[in-house]
């Protein structure tokens, strides 16, 4: 048996996501074995992270500088801005360096069942981003479930008497994925949006 400290250690590292009690234990066990040079690091980077962790007024992306590195670069495209559920969902997006717009995160997705309204999003902001010009184009990258496609449906609307043009990322047959391992949706989806070759 670990002692308490060790055992609450692993019992925090399991509540993260990915992790579950066995993986944290591992976890734990490799950094008892490198204390000397992983833990100080893991220590001095959480700290960090701890002291200096801001959201952007901006866009809603979790960075240590407000306005984030996203808004601030001058490399990026300012008349695209794409929509997103939640913070992972930028980082996912522009780690893989496809979109060179800007970003706007959402805090979620409409849910009756869960009782997330739009005024518990940030929907008015980005509608204020919009109206205030200079925005060309607006990608809606809601997730592919029936909530991210309400949300992506509703602002929309909201924003379809604006003088922006309005996209969706698309949805259907993933690359290198094999139809008979494919859910009913995501074929109907894919058969939806085909496409001339």
Not at 29 to 42: C, F, N, Q, V, Y
Not at 149 to 157: K, M, S, V
Not at 159 to 182: K, M, N, S
């Amino acid at each position: 048996m670990a002692s308490q400290e060790i055992e609450a250690l692993s019992a925090a590292l399991a509540r993260l996501p990915g992790l579950g009690p066995r993986s944290a234990r591992r976890a734990v066990l490799w950094l008892i074995k490198r204390r000397e040079t992983a833990l100080p690091a893991l220590l001095d980077a959480l700290e960090r992270v701890r002291d200096g962790l801001v959201e952007c007024q901006t866009c809603g992306n979790v960075d240590t500088t407000n306005p984030c590195g996203v808004c601030t670069d001058p490399r990026r495209d300012a008349r695209a801005l794409c929509v997103v559920e939640e913070v992972a969902d930028l980082w996912a997006l522009d780690r893989a360096k496809l979109f060179t717009g800007r970003y706007h995160v959402l805090g979620g997705r409409l849910s009756a069942l869960d009782g997330v309204r739009p005024e518990d999003l940030t929907i008015g902001p980005l509608i204020a981003r919009v109206t205030a010009g200079g925005i060309d184009e607006v990608v809606l990258a809601m997730n592919a479930t029936l909530e991210g496609q309400t949300t992506a449906h509703y602002i929309a609307e909201r924003l379809e008497a604006l003088p922006v043009r309005i996209t969706q990322l698309a949805h259907g047959l993933p690359v290198g994925g094999e139809l008979d391992y494919l859910d009913e949706g995501t074929l109907a989806q894919a058969l939806r949006a085909r496409r001339p070759v």
